[in-house]
């Protein structure tokens, strides 16, 4: 007796590997997956600003990353007691502006560049909604708290949508031709607006993409939100919250994507690195034991055979 309804993988040309470098901008569920991708030690940056939920802040952010056009005090607004850029998530805020605009630029940096020599690149839009800046008439990424009347708040239409990633993307393929774009869509359901709002906006998000991956090759999409609502059709899988998958539901999707993405060698590195982490994130009761002594030797000769013959580099975890 099948219990699920199945969601039926990709099958791309293509696969990715730890040589590989990555890049993940998009929603909270993007930055889940990019941890699962820093666990493994593959090379990817994730999130430069931070949260981005709605794509005309994520297409925004590529084409500034592509400008290179790095952040000054005038990017930056004080708002109780902290500075903030709405370009930005609040973990970028701080009470000391140097902080915040050196915190903002180390971020950016690696990014652009990553950007510029990226394989892939992963877009994960958890919204159509956004807020415009009524005195700047500026797209925020982040409202940090300021009042509503501060802003409008607005629909993107499919339209919109596809001309802003068009727009940014067309520059990004210019420049890196061999990127391939991943996108994705975020389960988290937005109820701030109401639940049919909710609906409206995810169909707004993949009305878009479909236009997007049809009109390029180098666009695919995977289907994360299809693959929690449909086959972990449970509450179980989510947090307290009852909106945000839990740990095992990003697992599961995790486990899902290597097995769209990764060929049998990459998931035997995974193995070994797997193996390896769970040697570091032990804490043993006797730290000078011999037994335990013996064993982290043993980690560290499996860490430089992976540094020797993948090039992956576990420095500073021992």
């Known amino acids: 007796m099948e219990l699920q309804t199945k969601v039926k ?3 791309p040309d293509f696969t990715i590997d ?3 470098s990555l890049l993940s901008i998009g929603s909270c569920f993007s930055e889940n997956i990019g941890r699962k991708f820093n666990y493994f030690k593959f090379n990817i940056q994730v999130n430069p600003f931070g949260q981005q939920y709605n794509p005309l802040s994520v297409a925004a952010g590529i084409e500034r990353l592509l400008r290179n056009k790095e952040y000054t005090n005038s990017d930056l607004i004080f ?6 850029s709405f370009d930005h998530h609040s973990d970028f805020s701080s009470a000391n502006e140097v902080d915040a605009l050196q915190h903002i630029n180390q971020a950016f940096r690696k990014s652009a560049h990553a950007l510029l020599h990226a394989n892939y690149l992963f877009l994960t839009f958890g919204t159509a909604h956004y807020f ?19 802003f409008h708040q607005k629909l993107a239409t499919p339209n919109e949508i596809v001309d802003a990633l068009n727009t940014a993307l067309f520059v990004l393929m210019e420049v890196n031709p061999k990127l391939k774009v991943i996108f994705t869509v975020s389960p988290v359901r937005y109820f701030a607006f109401g639940h049919f709002e ?3 906006s995810k169909a707004h998000l993949f009305t878009s993409i479909g236009e997007l991956i049809a009109t390029n090759a180098a666009f695919s999409y995977f289907p994360a939100y299809e693959i ?3 086959e972990l059709r449970d509450y179980r899988f ?3 919250d009852m909106i945000h998958p839990n740990a095992i539901a990003i697992e599961y999707v995790w486990n899902k994507l290597a097995e769209c993405y990764f060929d049998s060698n990459t ?3 995974n193995k070994e690195i797997e193996d390896i982490q769970k040697i570091i994130h032990h804490r043993p009761r006797n730290e000078n034991s011999i037994a335990h002594q013996k064993l982290l030797d043993n980690c560290k000769l499996k860490i430089d055979a992976l540094k020797h013959k993948h090039n992956i580099d576990f420095r500073h975890s021992l």
């Open 9 to 11: 993988l990709p099958n």
């Open 18 to 20: 730890h040589q590989h």
């Open 79 to 84: 708002h109780n007691e902290l500075y903030h």
């Open 132 to 150: 415009e800046h009524i005195e700047s008439s500026k797209i925020v990424s982040n409202c940090h708290k300021f009042p509503s009347k501060t």
């Open 198 to 200: 909710n609906s409206l």
């Open 228 to 230: 929690i609502l449909d």
């Open 238 to 240: 989510y947090a307290e």
């Open 267 to 269: 998931i035997g590195i």
